[in-house]
């Protein structure tokens, strides 16, 4: 960052709604500072020309968040290492069909646009 500060979440926060990186930002009030991560597409296009809405989470709930994570797994991993395991391999199943299945409407939006623009390319010649 511009302060000489390293984001410990850089790169890794994303918008669950459009994919797009969280951008971390701090808003200053009088000698307080708070920092926060929003939607970096809603932040440079805007409500008009982006697709996404203003979703925000402060730093202070992320990393509270994570921690608590963290060491829920460093508890289970002591006490039953297996039913984490398994636990996080069905998550991560749960997340690669999710991505599937969103990369299969965006093929299937490209598929349709292609026919329709192939369609019209022929309209074009048929035209002329
Ligand atoms: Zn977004």
Redesign the pocket.
């Known amino acids: 960052m511009k302060s000489g500060k390293t984001q410990i979440f850089a790169g890794l926060v994303k918008?669950a709604?459009?994919g797009?990186p969280m951008s971390y930002a701090e808003r200053r009030y009088k000698t307080c500072s708070t920092g926060f991560f929003n939607?970096s597409?809603?932040r440079k296009l805007g409500k008009v020309g982006g697709r996404?809405s203003a979703?925000y989470i402060k730093y202070d709930t992320l990393y509270a968040y994570v921690l608590a994570r963290l060491q829920d797994w460093i508890y289970q991993a002591h006490t039953d290492e297996k039913e984490l395991l398994n636990r996080l391999l069905k998550t991560s199943d749960r997340e690669a069909a999710k991505a599937h299945k969103k990369q299969s409407a965006k093929l299937a939006k490209a598929e349709k646009r292609k026919a329709e623009v192939d369609r019209l390319f022929v309209k074009l010649y048929e035209d002329v």
């Open positions: 918008c709604d459009c797009w939607c597409q809603f996404c979703h």
